[in-house]
Each structure stands twice: as C-alpha cells, then as structure tokens.
C-alpha cells in the first residue's frame, strides 16, 4: 500500500513564486490535514478537511490555500511564497474526522524559499 | 482553544536510565483524545499511543508507559531503561471536537531525546 504520499520530496522556490504541494492517500481516508515543522515549533496545523468539499483552518492557515474536490486528493497551495514558509510540510490523513484513529503521516515535502 | 506545551526541550540520558517526557494540555472540551509520536532522525511520524478524555488509566507496553491525569491536564509518558534506539523527538498531541463535528490534531513542540552509550 502507498499510504500517504507527498510530492514532491523537496523543492526551492523564489519569493513571490507560487507552488502546490501535491498529497495524496490510496486508504480512502475521510480526514486529511496538512501540518508544518519547524524547529522548535513542533508540528503545526496549517488546514484540515473532514471530508470532500470541507475544509477548515488550522493554527496557521495565513499564506496557504486548500480545496478537496477528492477523497484522495488534498493539495497544498502557497500563491506567494515567503522566506518564512521555508519548512517542512507533512501531510496526513486518518479513516475519519469523527473518530480519533491515529493519523498516517507522509514523508514530508521540504521547501526552501530564497 | 486547544494548547499543548512540552516543556522540556532537549533531554539527554545514558542508556538504561530512565526517562519521563512531560505533556500538559488545555481544552474547554469534554471529550478529547491525546497522543504521543515519535520522530526518529529519519524524520517519519511513528504512532505510539492514543487516550481518549473518559479513561484515565496508566498504560504499560513494554519499556514505555503513559500517565494521564485530568486533574493536572498531563499525559506524561516514561521510558524504562532507555536505548540508543529511543533517541528521538516525541511528539504530544491533543484531539478535540471542532464546530463542524469532527475533530482536529494540534501538536506541542516536541521534546528531543538524547540516549547515550
């Protein structure tokens, strides 16, 4: 099974350009969240989505876009990046936002802005 | 709003002491659920334990052990004996019910273990 994957693994970006992080889960899991680690920061929830056509804000949703027309399909856009979105993004998804099953997490995407 | 602060950031032991990683939470909610995770250096998330706000009992698996205490908000976790193969970051994690009925995952900080020969 591929579970969570994110795409892709790593990338640099300019200030002002824009990017999509693409994630994409084949377990036909309900919820998927998209979360950022930077150090000492732990990891922190940028948006989340109960389901196809509902999305919802995190901690820190300035900067980002989300959207899933899918199940499967949870893509992160930035449409103008910034040095301080230099980090790295997980993305994860779990069988339902109702019930509290642990998450499966990606591999992570990490991006530089410069 | 939902918190969680690891307050310890860094720890460093030498192998088989042991080791307790703090965790308090805050939320207005009832119902809840907390988790830990860790993070070895290959940067994956590993899933290592979840409780839910209605059942406050210590549980054991193997070297690790969790202690959750309403009554403090805390859900510290323990590593008896402790390995190289524990170093790591761990993760605290807090669930709670949002106004669309479902529920979402905040993280603290973290706290990075260091293990010791």
């Known amino acids: 099974n591929a579970g969570v994957t994110q795409t892709p693994k790593f990338q640099v970006l300019k200030t002002g350009q824009s990017m999509t992080l693409q994630c994409a889960q084949d377990?036909?899991?309900?919820?998927m969240s998209w979360y950022r680690q930077d150090p000492g920061m732990g990891l922190r929830l940028i948006h989340y989505s109960v389901g196809a056509g509902i999305t919802d804000q995190g901690e820190v949703p300035n900067g980002y876009n989300v959207s899933r027309s899918t199940t499967e399909d949870f893509p992160l856009r930035l449409l103008s990046a910034a040095p301080s979105q230099t980090s790295v993004y997980f993305c994860?998804?779990?069988?339902?936002?109702?019930?509290?099953?642990?998450?499966?997490f990606g591999d992570g995407t990490r991006l530089s802005i410069l | 709003a939902q918190k969680v602060t690891q307050a310890q950031t860094e720890i460093s032991v030498v192998e088989k002491e042991d080791v307790t990683l703090d965790c308090v939470y805050e939320t207005r909610d009832t119902t809840y659920y907390l988790f830990w995770y860790k993070q070895p250096p290959s940067g994956e998330l590993v899933f290592l334990i979840r409780?839910?706000?209605?059942?406050?009992q210590n549980e054991i698996s193997g070297r690790y052990s969790w202690n959750f205490q309403k009554s403090t908000s805390s859900f510290n976790f323990t590593i008896t004996a402790s390995q190289v193969v524990d170093s790591a970051v761990y993760f605290c994690a807090l669930s709670e019910k949002t106004y669309t009925g479902g529920f979402k995952t905040i993280f603290g900080a973290g706290t990075r273990l260091f293990v010791k020969a």
């Open positions: 409780r839910n706000s209605f059942d406050e």
């Open positions: 994860a998804s779990r069988p339902t936002g109702f019930t509290n099953q642990p998450q499966h």
């Open positions: 377990m036909n899991h309900e919820y």
